[in-house]
């Protein structure tokens, strides 16, 4: 019998802190109210908010460098859903689980499903690999996937993706994340119009495999593993991709695949404006596709993607249902604890937006008064939230303090008794898209 982190532990380790946790809500609560804001509208706010987490995302990633596991990491993707499940019982938003394929695919699907669900988890999406060559793959994709100029090759790609469809049915998912590898490390090694046409030729036989209330998402990354040229480069093209492909085909924004210094948030406002924003990939980054914690390098810019999603909501934009999921490499941490505090960091920039002022923020606005402006969204910004992180994860049955509970219970060191080390590669992988 494998160790769960139960409600009796949870609600044993909240004990000590809940008077505390009391005040502090009711303080806050009074500071809102002088601001015309209800704490106990934004609490339910902040216990309905939903992130998925990446099946991926559970064993300790890597470099092109090196790789150092963790003891007691999960060895297959049946102990990924029992370490999905402790982050959602330590955070309560996490249910949703985006499963990667072929790295975590099932021998047993259906096992699978039951075993989520008796977890309260399901799946919400796949996601494909042709960045890759698997172990007896007839076709290489050493010079691309489904962009690829030998049709063969473009084939077998499709064929990938329809079979990640066909097992996220069995599976109970709603979407699918397509992002590739494809694209030349040298002027003149590629056709760029060519490559695009071809890529957006398979995806077309890709979408004629969809479930009618399935949605189809297209990852755009600038550059990596090709560093001259890559198909699906910048979100205009997978604008343009998405549009091509019709109404179940939307545009993915992963946080970390933008050149330095761009406008995400505009980004975003521009997609929510064309009716194309699929969801996300949350993650934070310094230099490049960095896949760090969400929140942990720039939360005024997680803020300023929430305020534009939140506008957004507030305003009833048509095709809104944007797909939240976290896409994190952890190299130096517990993997449980980061995904756990991302997912609490994601709804601190959601409850911070809802923070904001609208009304205040529109006049200021119209009137071209750029200081005030700022200053309204920084006054929803600087509010410590965190009393009501706290009361909406204990009141939907999670730890007040995530990581204290987690390190509380032990879980790790009985995960490393009950999950011996196998034969595990230190070589250098980059395991995140
Ligand atoms: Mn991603």
């Known amino acids: 019998m494998s160790f769960r982190l139960t409600d009796a532990l949870i609600a044993e380790a909240n ?9 502090d809500y009711d303080h806050l609560g009074n500071q809102l109210a002088r601001r015309g804001a209800d704490i106990e509208a934004l609490t339910r706010h902040a216990m309905a908010f939903r992130v998925a ?8 990633g890597g470099t092109r460098f090196a790789r150092y596991p963790g003891p007691g990491e999960p060895r297959n993707v049946y102990e990924k859903i029992e370490d999905c499940e402790t982050v959602n019982r330590l955070v309560r938003v996490t249910p949703g689980v985006s499963l990667h394929i072929p790295w975590d695919t099932p021998d047993r699907p259906a096992e699978l499903r039951a075993s989520a669900e008796s977890r309260g988890l399901f799946f919400d999406s796949t996601n494909s690999n042709t960045f890759q060559d698997q172990p007896g793959q007839r076709l290489s994709y050493k010079f691309g996937s489904l962009s690829h100029t030998d049709p063969a090759v473009r084939r077998q790609a ?18 699918h994340t397509v992002w590739i590898g494809d694209g030349s490390n040298f002027p003149g090694q590629s056709h760029l119009r060519g490559a695009l046409d071809r890529y957006i030729a398979s995806l077309r036989d890709v979408c004629a495999a969809l479930p009618a209330d399935w949605r189809l998402f297209i990852e755009h990354k600038l550059y990596e593993p090709a560093f001259y040229s890559t198909v699906i480069g910048d979100w205009g093209t997978s604008y343009h991709c998405a549009r091509e492909l019709g109404p179940q085909a939307f545009a993915l924004v992963d946080l970390g695949h933008h050149a330095p210094t761009v406008n995400i948030e ?5 997609l929510i404006q064309f009716g194309k924003l699929g ?3 949350f993650n934070d980054s310094k230099y490049g596709d960095d896949d760090l914690d969400a929140g942990s390098i720039n939360p005024f810019q997680l803020f300023l993607v929430f305020n534009e999603l939140v506008d957004a909501q507030l305003e009833g934009v048509r095709a809104f249902a944007p797909a939240y999921m976290l896409d994190q490499s952890h190299n130096v941490t517990d993997p449980i604890e980061s995904i756990a505090t991302s ?10 937006a809802l923070l904001v002022d609208r009304e205040a923020l529109h006049a200021y606005q119209e009137r071209n008064d750029a200081l005030m402006a700022l200053l309204t969204l920084k006054q929803a910004f600087t509010t410590d939230v965190s009393p009501i992180l706290a009361t909406a994860r204990a009141r939907s049955g999670g730890a007040i303090d995530p990581v204290a509970t987690f390190r509380l219970s032990e879980y790790r060191a009985k995960k490393v008794q009950e999950r011996p080390a196998e034969n595990q590669s230190t070589a250098g992988m980059i395991g995140i898209v």
């Open 15 to 23: 004990a000590p802190s809940a008077e505390a946790l009391a005040d």
């Open 53 to 60: 987490v990446p099946s991926w995302g559970f064993t300790t």
């Open 158 to 175: 499709i064929d990938h993706n329809v079979e990640c469809i066909a097992l996220g049915r069995q599976l109970g998912a709603k979407a």
């Open 266 to 270: 505009q980004i975003v406002a521009r």
């Open 279 to 281: 969801g996300f990939h």
């Open 343 to 352: 997912a609490g960091e994601l709804v601190r920039a959601y409850l911070q």
